[in-house]
Each structure stands twice: as structure tokens, then as C-alpha cells.
């Protein structure tokens, strides 16, 4: 059984806020993943890491950032949240020499 | 380069019937392949995967896949739909590799009438 939280869940959130998405796996999975993905449409990879202080940006260009100081855990922060953020944002890990992903519940974003 | 296509964008079918939800991809070497299932607000959920062996696979849900290399496919089957199944379908090819290791066609969407 895959472990992966997403918190919250959902959040809706006015222009210009700070916020900061939670995405922690207790697999101690090396590898995670932030996808996002608009209502009814494909995923698209924003941000991965390799693991601990290792991040790269995915093929889909985005305003957010990520941190990775601890496998477990791999939050997404919008430094000025916006209307075009809207979407839905899932996080995902594997294990290092295994392919497949185990993904969280996903946090809807909503931002006014 | 990786890619998947999923023909179908939206399918509709009575419960009780038969699915089949069309995978085709693109890969150079033996892939990885996957179906997984997501319902309205949550995350993806794994259905099967192949990754070499016996082509046709089982899955959880009463859900089975054949690889076909020849056709470059990986079809999903059911054979009674319940209404409980009506979600978003995603197939996906992936590589043990760093980086993007996954690249998903984009989904095909089940609705069930009762």
C-alpha cells in the first residue's frame, strides 16, 4: 500500500498570496514528482527530484518552486498565487530503480 | 522520444457492457506500460502495469490489458462495466531512467448509464 499525503486538499486562496502545496511519502521513495493537471485534461510534469537538495523544472514551464531538504518530504511553494494557478496539483515518488509512480490524492487549487 | 495516444477522448457504454479503452504508444526498446484510474478530485490509481512476460495482464477491478508489440498497444478490457467505473482513464509508457520517467497519454473519460 502506497503512503503519499498531499495537504491540503483543497485550498481556495486570493490573488497575490503565498502558499505552500505539502506532498510527503513514508516509502522513502528517492524519487518525487509534482504533476499538473486542469480539470479533465493530461498531467503535465512541473517539477522532479532525484532526491535530498536535488530538483530540476519538468517539460511544463511553471511560476512555482519546490525544495527537497528531506526525502520524505517535497512542498511546492507559489510565491504570488494568481487565477491562472488554478488547477488541480498531484505529487508522485518511486523508488530508485523501479518505474512505477505512486501518487497522492492531489490538492485542488482555487485562486480568486 | 516517448509518447502515447489514447484515440478515444470521452466513452459511453451501458453497465453490464463490455470496454475496451484503446492504448497505442511509442517507444524505442521494450516498454514499461501502465493504466491507471482517477475519479473526479482524486489521484491517479494504479490499475496494472506490464513489463515483460505473459501479455495479458491482470489488474485490480475485474480490469485485464493485452500488449500487443506488433500494433505498438496496450488496450484496456472489461468484461462487465460497473457503475462505479465512470472516471478518467490514463495509459502510460515509462523508463527506469532519471529525470521524466513517465509520459501519459491524455486520458480517456468513462461514463456508465445505468
Known amino acids: 500500500e502506497a503512503d503519499i499525503y498531499q495537504t491540503p486538499r483543497y485550498l481556495v486562496i486570493g490573488t497575490g498570496k503565498k502558499i505552500t502545496l505539502e506532498c510527503s511519502q513514508t516509502?522513502?521513495?528517492?524519487?518525487m514528482y509534482w504533476y499538473q493537471q486542469d480539470p479533465g485534461m493530461e498531467l503535465h510534469l512541473i517539477h522532479y527530484?532525484?532526491?535530498?537538495?536535488?530538483?530540476e523544472k519538468g517539460d511544463l514551464s511553471s511560476e512555482s518552486t519546490v525544495s527537497r531538504i528531506r526525502t520524505e518530504h517535497f512542498p511546492l511553494t507559489l510565491e504570488s498565487a494568481r487565477p491562472s494557478h488554478t488547477s488541480q496539483y498531484l505529487c508522485?515518488?518511486?523508488?530508485?530503480?523501479?518505474?512505477?509512480?505512486?501518487f497522492g490524492p492531489g490538492t485542488r487549487l482555487t485562486v480568486l | 522520444a516517448q509518447s502515447v495516444t489514447q484515440p478515444d477522448i470521452h466513452i459511453t457504454v451501458s453497465e453490464g457492457a463490455s470496454l475496451e479503452l484503446r492504448c497505442n504508444y511509442s517507444?524505442?526498446?521494450?516498454?514499461?506500460l501502465f493504466w491507471y484510474v482517477q475519479s473526479p478530485g482524486q489521484g491517479l490509481q494504479l490499475l496494472l502495469k506490464?513489463?515483460?512476460?505473459?501479455?495479458l495482464v491482470q489488474g485490480i477491478k475485474g480490469f485485464e490489458a493485452e500488449f500487443k508489440r506488433s500494433q505498438s498497444s496496450f488496450n484496456l478490457r472489461k468484461p462487465s462495466v460497473h457503475w462505479s467505473d465512470a472516471a478518467e482513464y490514463f495509459c502510460a509508457v515509462g523508463a527506469n531512467n532519471y529525470g521524466q520517467n513517465f509520459v501519459f497519454g491524455p486520458g480517456t473519460r468513462l461514463s456508465v448509464l445505468p
Open positions: 517507444y524505442g526498446a521494450t516498454p514499461y
Open positions: 506490464y513489463f515483460s512476460g505473459d501479455t
Open positions: 527530484s532525484y532526491g535530498v537538495n536535488s530538483t
Open positions: 508522485a515518488s518511486r523508488e530508485g530503480g523501479h518505474v512505477e509512480q505512486f
Open positions: 516509502m522513502g521513495h528517492d524519487k
